[in-house]
């Protein structure tokens, strides 16, 4: 490690394998806490750039616990959170909303960062038994349309890491790869990021992998289509930032989206919005998102058609419908 921080230090960047390599190391132990903690440290000094992010994300492909879903075409719905705006949850009730749609969903999600209550904590809370059990999501996925991968179940080898990162108390580059590393590695990709700067990061990151993607920034740092101002939206063919008149809805305040102060709360929030009782605001920015999502499997749908596809997933039940079947078949 000591010769990898001296290239560090002197500025130098990791080519693609060499960040592989080195990630599988950490997770193998091969480094002290001193070293990783230093190694950590420089990605906090200057930006990662592409190939280090791809090596990174690749290394955790490598040594995670991996689904086979038997090609089942489907999306993965998700930010990366670090967005410190507490804001409802908008990618996992956009995720049961594509599910009542019709479309497979396998999210990869976790407990909050930015928030009081990420995907995991609401799910849990409602009553989700996080499983790695490969014929169980299976079973979840054909009776709900949607399964969930609980990160720390599907990532054992960063167990080496989390209490670096907990005493460090700061983002590091471990926040950027959980949009990466979904164990069943879907062919389509609705992707939320917390500051611009990462819209082409990520999209530089997708090069070569064989995915329909969009990736999203509302400008005004929100990890998604907030509606509380303009969202920048790079997919495999366009990158254009657009107003909510896009989405054919009106500007929306901050608060309008506030998550609650408890799990409890939180949850209460969801389950109120996927009954189809939450505020205007409230749905249309989850019907924004859905609408991007559904986008991803057929562009040649125009934006309205796919929100109108979700606000029937609502309106019909059928978004609560898969989010009771999922928790039914998890038990």
């Known amino acids: 490690?000591?010769?990898?921080?001296?290239?560090?230090?002197?500025?130098?960047?990791?080519?693609?394998?060499?960040?592989?390599?080195?990630?599988?190391?950490?997770?193998?132990?091969?480094?002290?806490?001193?070293?990783?903690?230093?190694?950590?440290?420089?990605?906090?000094?200057?930006?990662?750039?592409?190939?280090?992010?791809?090596?990174?994300?690749?290394?955790?492909?490598?040594?995670?616990?991996?689904?086979?879903l038997g090609g089942i075409d489907s999306i993965d719905i998700v930010g990366t959170g670090g967005d410190g705006k507490n804001t409802f949850n908008i990618s996992t009730l956009t995720s049961f909303v594509v599910a009542g749609a019709g479309y497979k969903v396998t999210k990869h999600g976790n407990y909050g960062v930015s928030s009081v209550s990420g995907s995991s904590n609401v799910l849990e809370h409602l009553g989700y038994v996080f499983t790695n059990d490969q014929d169980s999501l299976k079973?979840?996925?054909?009776?709900?349309?949607?399964?969930?991968?609980?990160?720390?179940?599907?990532?054992?080898?960063m167990k080496f890491v989390a209490p670096i990162r907990r005493a460090m108390g700061v983002k590091t580059f471990f926040n950027l790869l959980g949009p990466l590393v979904n164990p069943a590695q879907p062919k389509r990709h609705l992707?939320?990021?917390?500051?611009?700067?990462?819209?082409?990061?990520?999209?530089?990151?997708?090069?070569?992998?064989?995915?329909?993607?969009?990736?999203?920034?509302?400008?005004?740092?929100?990890?998604?289509?907030?509606?509380?101002?303009?969202?920048?939206?790079?997919?495999?063919?366009e990158n254009h930032v657009v107003p909510p008149s896009?989405?054919?809805?009106?500007?929306?305040?901050?608060?309008?989206?506030?998550g609650g102060d408890t799990v409890k709360e939180a949850a209460d929030i969801f389950v109120n919005i996927i009954n189809?009782?939450?505020s205007v605001s409230q749905t249309n920015v989850v019907l924004a998102n859905a609408g991007l999502a559904i986008q991803c499997f057929d562009n040649s749908k125009s934006i309205s058609d796919c929100i109108e596809e979700a606000r029937s997933s609502i309106e019909s039940g059928k978004a609560k419908q898969a989010?009771?079947?999922?928790i039914a078949a998890s038990k």
């Open 246 to 258: 896009y989405f054919g809805m009106s500007k929306i305040n901050p608060n309008e989206i506030f």
């Open 323 to 326: 989010l009771d079947n999922l």
């Open 139 to 157: 079973s979840q996925l054909e009776k709900a349309n949607i399964c969930f991968f609980h990160a720390p179940k599907f990532h054992p080898a």
């Open 191 to 237: 992707l939320g990021v917390f500051e611009e700067r990462l819209t082409e990061l990520y999209h530089l990151a997708h090069e070569g992998v064989d995915k329909d993607y969009a990736i999203v920034h509302a400008m005004d740092g929100y990890d998604e289509v907030s509606l509380t101002g303009d969202t920048k939206i790079i997919t495999n063919t």
């Open 276 to 278: 189809g009782d939450g």
């Open 1 to 68: 490690m000591k010769e990898i921080l001296q290239k560090l230090f002197a500025g130098e960047f990791l080519e693609k394998e060499e960040a592989k390599t080195i990630l599988k190391d950490i997770s193998a132990e091969k480094y002290n806490e001193a070293s990783t903690a230093a190694f950590m440290t420089v990605f906090r000094m200057r930006d990662i750039i592409p190939r280090e992010l791809a090596g990174f994300r690749d290394a955790l492909i490598d040594l995670c616990i991996k689904v086979d």
